[in-house]
């Protein structure tokens, strides 16, 4: 008499759910190093990391009514169009003059780097911060905000302010577009002194000479 068998069909079950186990590990590993593909992807997508308009020594004029408004120099530009968002990064620096209707220098901003968020019509600009107004007051500081909408300018940081004959530091500065109407919300102190223009101004240029070329003017903005 034959005895039923002992672990035949036990055997070919466990093999059987083995294989598909393993089947499924593969599957899932194989899904999961897609996924991660399909990020690296997106991640180096160039419509998203690529600017789509770049320039080097760029110069040119914004102009309103015909009439000169301001000027830009920057060693590099790059423009950055995704998901409903616009801006302009200057990497490199900037240099930014405004003008009056006799195209009289009304003030002027440099820095290391700045950003110009388009549609919300904002600049900001960091590092080595200098804005200097028709007065001569000479703004230093790492951070500020141009809000062309509000039209102030603005930031939260320490700033310092030099004038023909004091220095005046503080945290928090609020003025008009022009930099003429200015105020230090939180001042720290004044130093009186008799300043030379001349050699006070030694040293503020943030940004290295570009190529002597006239600007181009791409009219209204």
Known sequence: MKLPGCGSNSHNHTLR??????????????FSGCVNDIEKIKAFNPSEILPVVY??????TYSDSGM???YLKTPELKRFESDGTSFIEFPKGILLVKYNARREMISSISARYAKQF???KRWEARNDVVAVNSKGDTLK?????WDENAKKIYNDEYV????????ITGVGFESDASLENWRIRNPRGNIYVKLNRESSKQGDSLMEPLPSRGPVNIGNQ
Do not use: M
């Open 17 to 30: 759910y083995l294989k598909i186990a393993a089947l499924l590990c593969g599957a899932a590993i194989l």
């Open 118 to 120: 388009v549609r919300e």
């Open 141 to 145: 500081t790492e951070h500020l905000v």
């Open 55 to 60: 320039a080097e020594d760029f110069e040119t």
């Open 160 to 167: 310092k302010i030099i004038s023909p004959d004091q220095v």
């Open 68 to 70: 000169v408004r301001f």
